[in-house]
């Protein structure tokens, strides 16, 4: 009877405990991390009774979760992964979103642009449509420089980002190093750690690797090791240790991670990963190519037409001034030279500018040039440095103002502040060079049946460009220049003087007489406004490979396309994390149903032992009345 | 396979978001007409539409360019058919006052009108444009085109002439020059002049002539003097005798590839000259007749000497016609053409806006059944997982 009831109770005890286990189950049915948890029955030791082993009741052997170590490592690698995917894509459609209406972009502002400059050139001394012209430079300008300060709000975005992950991480690594010290303690005292808090520990691993790619290590006190990036520890033990941001040693605009404990040198080229990543890369590839790609066109125009202008002469009869201000590249010196030399740098060749920002070191001896973004070494440039002989690299030339010392680090960002930079100087509308600089002209009297053709301009530099000259033909086939000299006629062929080109064709007479002249007064000539209604189809850039409305379309095309395969990338790893975590969860997961099941079954199981107590209570009271 | 609740609730849930996500991209579509929300939607149709935009853009700046011009052409065309309609005023005015019926009065009053006429075809030449500037003073707007004083007439301008981008590979010329409309004309026949010497004292006058043979005409100055009556030699520029004749009146006499009648009876030691055309504006044509007709004659050698010269200027008045004509018809070719060139940008726009329309206009019948079938997904989304919440093993405990 003693055995029965010992038997019974086991049971009950057991079994209350089992109802609490699945309770627990159901409480945290909605709780994040959470896995369900079983309890595993087992028989006690049996009592020996001669040759009889009579079992002696059940015993809890153990309640554990219900967890697959390599699933839920699955998990936290795909939901990492989609994190970062994810982060990516928001940054990427903020700057697809700023291209996306036709009528705001930079491409629509340059239409109207050269619209205007064909209104110009159909009616030249027209001061409306000059004015018109100014207008539309300005608003070009605008349009570039709203850009910029698009891209400058998403560098602040950036920084936020990085600020505010930091943060997080900083917290996450102090949770994760005080259950460590929890789980060593638990470990040490009873064998194993409770299984909520290991599941609190992995969720909190999951969390922090959806901020920065994490690698752990467990160790055999129970506590969990988090390193980052190419070994720097965030929680060692119970011990976490904290990140921080600097600035960056190029520009206080610019924040870096780093270890908050000293030196603080940054380590953001080695972090990769989570969200954090995803702002770091998003940074240093897609943001600072469009910021540098958009300054590059903004060089180009403002280049070209200023340049085009200068070629020809204005309503005064002046050469054409500058319409735009001319946009220099940036060369900043690292905060902590040793030498305290600064590095000036002008553009020489619009078309072999790039959209790479370019680092230069120096060890004392040699300079290494390396690209700013990838960190591979470049080995196109040239020069030494010094005024004579500067260093050239990608159509620009660089100056050091002092020797430098060893460990100078100077970085060039070609075109990075050019589209923020880029205004209209022009104020007065006649100062715009419709005309070119030089006309030609037949004499009235002359009695040939030839013609002259407009002057070209071939080389504006040329310093008798706007002299005189007098074609005179002495013969029907043989002509002078300025009075001297005997050329033979070639009907159409051009005649090269002072930098001036102009044809003759048909047939002249002896005495006829043909001039270039300097283009005074000249308020109907339209000739240098078509020319710059020209330099739209001209190919500037990439070593005469694309135009600046090319340029801008592609610039729209890769953000587009990078945003694109960046939703593409996101939505794959959805899937990916999805089934993932449907993997989890059904393993891990509770579900109710399971749950109302088991609480019958155990209850059921406990009723019956409870009927079983009474059994052995009535047996009990059966004896003591047969002895009574 | 184990489904865990949260498993059921989520992936109901999910499911209702991804419709609803799908939904509200249809709804947008069809608010706003357009096929790509934002460039990422087609990268390459986004940057195939900012081509196509610039493309349509420019065609209607072309377009814009075109009308321009084709303003200035009509003013251009109705100042030469003005000017045509002046010279020939000019012409029957002056075969009236050849008529040897008028009076000195009358040739004077005559005179007079040509006068006027050279008035207004100045005026037509110095005619300006809406904004105050001179349609045809070259690339010198701002200066007056033609002005007259004590030397004759002068042009202020140069030979400038703009050129107007009517389309993509296309530049038209824009109004023609002054010096090219109005100067620049041969005198006399086009070719050579024949004039009478002012001392002649017989009564024959030579006509314009012409050139009979342009192969042997080398535009040579030749003398004819008459030995007597009716005997004449011919001189070339050095005054050596080429060829001698007997003059008959109205016999026509050829030299150098040039033919020319002298009429009438010229005496002995009169001399009639062939010189090469000269280049002169249309004005002083005009204005040295008016003055030719102004002066009165008395007597037959008077009268021979102004019919040579009435002969010679008619002849280069004729010329200047035929030249004004040309000019209309050179400015009636590039309204035709500028038409033509009109009707391919009309087209090229068509063609873009259509290739536009495919690259960013909805289809909306497409999208239309599209956001039917979304709604219906979306509906069976939300029924499912309601009939699914209900159901639970605990309603039945």
Do not use: C
Not at chain 1, 313 to 342: H, K, R, V, W, Y
């Amino acid at each position: 009877m003693a055995d029965m009831l010992g038997n019974a109770l086991s049971a009950l005890v057991s079994y209350q405990r089992a109802l609490a286990t699945t309770s627990h189950n159901i409480a945290n049915v909605d709780t994040e991390g959470y896995s369900r948890q079983r309890v595993d029955f087992a028989t006690r030791i049996p009592q020996q009774q001669g040759d009889l082993s009579i079992g002696s009741g059940v015993k809890l052997s153990d309640v554990r979760r219900v967890y697959d170590e390599f699933s839920s490592l699955q998990m936290r690698n795909a939901s990492g992964s989609f994190s970062q995917l994810d982060s990516y894509y928001q940054l990427a459609t903020q700057l697809d979103n700023s291209l996306s209406d036709p009528e705001l972009g930079v491409s629509a502002a340059l239409s109207r642009f050269y619209d205007s400059v064909q209104n110009l050139a159909d009616d030249p001394a027209s001061i409306p449509s000059r004015q018109l012209l100014l207008s539309e430079a300005d608003s070009l300008s605008g349009r570039f420089a709203e850009f910029s300060a698009q891209l400058d709000g998403l560098n602040k975005e950036v920084n936020a980002r990085i600020q505010a992950d930091i943060n997080d991480i900083n917290d996450l690594s102090k949770e994760l190093a005080d259950i460590n010290a929890l789980v060593v303690e638990a470990q040490g005292k009873f064998g194993a750690a409770p299984n909520d808090l290991l599941d609190q520990r992995d969720l909190a691993l999951l969390k922090l690797n959806d901020l920065v790619s994490i690698k752990t290590v467990l160790q055999d006190d129970g506590a969990t090791n988090v390193f980052i990036g190419n070994g720097q520890s965030l929680v060692l033990g119970e011990e976490a240790r904290p990140m921080t941001t600097v600035r960056s040693p190029f520009g206080a605009a610019r924040l870096e991670i780093a270890m908050a404990s000293s030196p603080q040198s940054p380590i953001s080229e080695v972090v990769s990963g989570g969200s954090l990543g995803a702002a770091l890369s998003f940074r240093d590839g897609l943001l600072d190519r469009t910021t540098n790609e958009l300054g590059r066109i903004a060089t180009a125009l403002a280049s070209s037409l200023n340049e085009q202008n200068a070629q020809g002469l204005d309503l005064n009869g002046n050469p054409g001034g500058a319409i735009f201000a001319a946009l220099e590249p940036a060369a900043t010196a690292a905060t902590g030279n040793a030498s305290g030399a600064q590095l000036t740098a002008v553009v020489d060749d619009v078309s072999a500018l790039n959209g790479r920002n370019v680092r230069l070191q120096f060890d004392g001896a040699t300079w290494t040039f390396s690209d700013a973004a990838s960190g591979q070494p470049i080995s196109a440039w040239s020069g030494s440095g010094t005024p004579a002989d500067p260093f050239v690299i990608d159509g620009i030339s660089l100056t050091l103002d002092a020797p430098a010392a060893a460990g100078d680090r100077f970085l060039v960002t070609p075109t990075a502040g050019a589209a923020a930079q880029l205004s209209v100087v022009m104020s007065n509308p006649a100062q715009l060079a419709a005309a070119a600089a030089t006309r030609s002209g037949a004499d009235a009297a002359n009695t040939g049946a030839a013609q002259i053709s407009e002057t070209r301009i071939v080389d504006a530099s040329d310093p008798n460009l706007s002299a005189s000259v007098s074609i005179d033909f002495i013969s029907d086939t043989t002509y002078q220049l300025n009075g001297s000299g005997s050329f033979s006629y070639t009907q159409g062929a051009d005649i090269v003087i002072n930098g001036n080109a102009v044809a003759i064709t048909g047939s002249p007479i002896a005495g006829d007489r043909f001039y270039i002249e300097a283009n005074v007064g000249a308020s109907g000539d339209n000739r240098n406004m078509l020319a710059m209604a020209a330099v739209e189809d001209r190919r500037i850039l990439d070593g005469g490979n694309s135009s600046v409305q090319n340029a801008v379309n592609s610039l729209v095309g890769d953000i587009a396309v990078a945003t694109r395969s960046a939703e593409l990338n996101r939505d794959a790893q959805e899937n990916l994390l999805r089934q993932t975590r449907e993997n989890v969860e059904s393993i891990s997961g509770v579900n109710l149903d399971e749950e109302a099941a088991n609480l019958l079954k155990y209850q059921q199981a406990y009723q019956a032992a409870a009927q079983a107590t009474g059994i052995a209570s009535q047996l009990f009271q059966s004896l003591i009345s047969a002895i009574r | 396979m184990r489904i865990s609740t949260a498993q059921i609730y989520s992936a109901g849930l999910t499911g209702m978001l991804d419709q609803q996500s799908k939904l509200l991209e249809t709804q947008t579509q069809l608010a706003t007409g357009q096929r790509r929300l934002s460039p990422a939607d087609d990268p390459v149709g986004a940057v195939r539409s900012l081509e196509l935009s610039r493309s349509l853009d420019r065609s209607e700046q072309f377009q814009r360019n075109a009308v321009v011009l084709d303003n200035r052409l009509r003013m251009e065309e109705s100042v030469l058919a003005e000017g045509v309609e002046i010279l020939q005023r000019v012409r029957t005015l002056t075969l009236q006052a050849n008529n040897a019926a008028q009076s000195n009065e009358s040739r004077a009053a005559i005179a007079r009108e040509l006068e006027q006429q050279t008035d207004s075809l100045m005026s037509l030449a110095n005619t300006r444009d809406s904004d105050g500037r001179y349609v045809f003073s070259g690339y010198q707007q701002d200066v007056q085109a033609f002005s007259r004083d004590a030397n004759g007439f002068r042009y202020n301008g140069d030979d400038g002439q703009r050129m107007l981008q009517v389309g993509l590979n296309r530049q038209l010329a824009d109004t023609s020059p002054g010096s090219e409309l109005f100067m620049g004309i041969a005198n006399g026949n086009g070719r050579f002049q024949a004039t009478a010497s002012a001392a002649n004292s017989g009564q024959g006058f030579i006509d314009a002539g012409a050139v009979a043979d342009l192969q042997q005409y080398a535009g040579d100055a030749i003398d004819i003097v008459f030995t007597a009556a009716d005997q004449y030699e011919l001189r070339d520029s050095s005054a050596v005798v080429i060829a001698s004749g007997s003059y008959r009146s109205g016999d026509s006499i050829d030299v150098a590839g040039m033919t020319v009648k002298i009429e009438g009876e010229p005496a002995s030691g009169d001399t009639f000259y062939l010189r090469p055309s000269e280049a002169q504006d249309v004005f002083s044509m005009v204005s040295g007749l008016a003055q030719l007709l102004a002066q009165p004659r008395s007597g037959g050698a008077d009268r021979a000497l102004q019919t040579s010269q009435i002969n010679t200027s008619l002849a280069g008045i004729d010329q200047a016609l035929s030249h004004l004509v040309a000019k209309q018809a050179d400015t009636g070719a590039r309204m035709q053409a500028l038409d033509r060139q009109r009707d391919i940008n009309d087209s090229v726009n068509l063609q873009v806006q259509q290739n536009l329309s495919v690259i960013n206009d909805l289809d909306y019948a497409e999208a239309v059944s599209r956001f039917e079938q979304q709604r219906l997904g979306l509906q069976a989304a939300q029924q499912a997982f309601a009939k699914v919440q209900g159901l639970s093993l605990f309603n039945y405990l």
